[in-house]
């Protein structure tokens, strides 16, 4: 199954995807880690975006494009891959269609007023990565990792105000590849408001359709 999740910051695609991936063992792919794995095997595209990112800019679609082909050839995907955060822009998802056809492409649809609630509440592990929420999935200990015992900060991006435009940012990019994908009948809308079970009870029978 080849799957694209799109959606908002806190729309729970994370969860989801996690899910999914062991449900049909197939892998997450986001642009992030592709980046960070780069960077740390000092490959030549490692080196390039890692110029990029020091100086501060954002990393050109063809070297995105280039760094997700070849992630996508790897042996784990034979079963498909989740693509997280990928593709961003048109260009990039033109790439796409170039080198893999796609299964499905998943809009998750949650109102802004509860997407900042789940936001707001997040916290993240200092050391993993791993993510929590005060109230809908909190750690054993207060402010400490369940996994590696790191400690849990609150991004600063995650108050209010910096969720508000991140929102409407998103919401300006990603109009147009909803469009491209609605006119390739790919695109699934899935209600992402509700308990993890609920959205995932949801989600497969998207899958089922
Ligand atoms: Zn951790």
């Given amino acids: 199954m080849k799957i ?5 910051p806190g729309a729970g695609k994370g969860t989801i995807a996690e899910k999914l991936k062991q449900e049909y063992n197939i892998p997450q792919i ?14 030549e595209l490692g ?4 110029s990029i990112l020091d100086a501060g800019e954002l990393v050109p679609d063809e070297l995105t494009i280039a760094l ?9 995907t034979s079963n498909g891959y989740i693509l997280d955060g990928f ?9 796409l269609e170039r080198f893999d056809t796609l299964d499905m ?28 929420h005060i109230k809908n999935m909190p750690p054993q200990k207060d402010g400490v990792c369940d996994t590696c015992g790191g400690a849990l900060y609150t991004r600063t991006d995650d108050n ?25 009948k790919l695109l699934k809308a899935l209600d992402g408001e509700g ?11 998207l899958l089922g359709n």
Avoid: H, M
């Fill in 68 to 76: 997700v082909q070849e992630r996508l050839s790897a042996p784990d």
């Fill in 87 to 95: 593709p961003r822009t048109i260009p990039q998802a033109e790439a």
């Fill in 160 to 184: 209010p105000d910096s969720i508000q435009q991140r929102l409407k940012t998103y919401r300006e990019k990603t109009e147009p590849l909803i469009a491209f994908y609605s006119e390739r």
């Fill in 4 to 8: 694209i999740l799109l959606g908002p």
């Fill in 105 to 132: 492409v998943i809009d998750f649809r949650v109102r802004d007023g509860i997407i900042i609630e789940r936001l707001a509440g997040r916290r993240v592990c200092s050391s993993c990565g791993k993510v929590y």
């Fill in 47 to 50: 080196k390039k975006v890692k």
């Fill in 30 to 43: 986001s642009t992030g880690d592709l980046f960070r794995a780069a960077i740390a095997n000092q490959t």
């Fill in 195 to 205: 308990s993890v079970e609920v959205v995932w009870e949801r989600f497969k029978k």
